[in-house]
């Protein structure tokens, strides 16, 4: 990757996160994560891009974020990670061939203006842009689960659902914002169930994960 593409995308990051109610050292900390998923994430795309080998780019996936995932959160929790890695890695793989499969207009275009991010569908789905948007995606949940997984080693019991309280903030993270749980329990967002923000371990819808910016806080 150019070094001028590097600084745009840790810029872009960067600026994701300075929104988020967290530390400015909990902020820097999920940058270089997302960074580090999107290094994988931009390779992968490539390899779909140009083989479109379903088997192959799913183990690849799969293994890449695995190890930056165990590298975070220690490998005491190998069995989340596993589960975590193989799932968004199917995900990864399947929604892009999907969509670079279909047909797409002069005018359809994949707009984030909060992040300055305008491209032709034809080109954004296997675009440096959308792989840090799924590195972020990434980083958000290796990182909640962290939050979580550390809560937990601390005995504490409780959690509440936190979103950024603005007017990005999806109808349904709105409706659980300060809704209190037992820790072990799942929030229901939507029609989906989430142990915290980001979580994947019951399916949920991907509208209720995807550029998500909430996190929890334990007691």
């Avoid at 994701?16 to 902020?27: D, G, L, T």
């Avoid at 479109?52 to 929790?77: D, H, M, P, Q």
């Avoid at 037992?182 to 980001?198: E, R, T």
């Amino acid at each position: 990757m150019a070094i001028q593409k590097f600084d745009q995308l840790n810029s872009m990051s960067s600026k994701w996160f300075s929104k988020m109610n967290v530390s400015e050292a909990e902020q820097k900390k999920r940058v270089k994560l997302s960074l580090d998923y999107c290094e994988i994430i931009i390779l992968l795309l490539m390899m779909i891009e140009g083989s479109k080998s379903i088997e192959k780019s799913k183990a690849f996936a799969e293994e890449r974020l695995k190890a930056v995932a165990e590298k975070y959160v220690g490998k005491n929790n190998i069995a989340y990670i596993n589960d975590w890695s193989k799932k968004e890695a199917e995900k990864i793989v399947d929604v892009t061939i999907k969509h670079i499969d279909e047909e797409h207009g002069p005018d359809d275009f994949y707009e984030m203006p909060e992040l300055g991010i305008r491209l032709p569908e034809s080109e954004y789905w296997i675009s440096e842009e959308r792989g840090l948007l799924i590195g972020i995606e990434c980083a958000t949940t290796t990182a909640n689960f962290d939050d979580m997984s550390k809560a937990v080693d601390k005995g504490k019991t409780r959690k509440t659902w936190i979103t950024e309280a603005d007017d990005r903030v999806r109808k349904t993270h709105d409706e659980v914002h300060g809704v209190e749980m037992p820790i072990n329990q799942p929030f229901l967002v939507g029609n989906s169930y989430l142990l915290f923000p980001g979580d994947l371990t019951y399916d949920p819808e991907e509208k209720e994960v995807a550029n998500c910016r909430c996190h929890a806080e334990y007691f």
